[in-house]
Nanobody, 120 residues
Framework: QVQLVESGGGLVQPGGSLRLSCAAS????????MGWYRQAPGKQRELVAD???????NYADSVKGRFTISRDNAKNTVYLQMNSLKPEDTAVYYC??????????????WGQGTQVTVSS
């Protein structure tokens, strides 16, 4: 069974930094695109950034120049380095990965979510 486990959320002051991690585990054959989404109270879940297996990245306009997504394929892990955080970045951040398991169909998997709060 495949699962994604996130870590690294918390409370930070405006202008501060946080680094999120998400590790995939289980009977994995191939991991394709990995990404981070977020959902603020009363809003829809939105894409923050994603990265293909080959390392091509994509960012929401609101985080360009402040956030950096990366991945370690040997560890099946994706990271999100968040700098110059703003109060509007406050949300629950979810890891997403498109995975082909060894004995099942390829599909998207989600982490449990980690809270990021930017406040003074």
């Amino acid at each position: 069974q495949v699962q994604l486990v996130e870590s690294g959320g918390g409370l930070v002051q405006p202008g501060g930094s946080l680094r999120l991690s998400c590790a995939a585990s289980g009977n994995i054959f191939v991991i394709n695109t990995m990404g981070w989404y977020r959902q603020a109270p009363g809003k829809q879940r939105e894409l923050v950034a994603d990265i293909t297996g080959g390392g091509t990245t994509n960012y929401a306009d609101s985080v360009k120049g402040r956030f950096t997504i990366s991945r370690d394929n040997a560890k099946n892990t994706v990271y999100l380095q968040m700098n110059s955080l703003k109060p509007e970045d406050t949300a629950v951040y979810y890891c997403n990965a498109n995975i082909l398991p060894i004995y099942s169909r390829q599909r998207d998997y989600w982490g449990q979510g980690t809270q990021v709060t930017v406040s003074s």
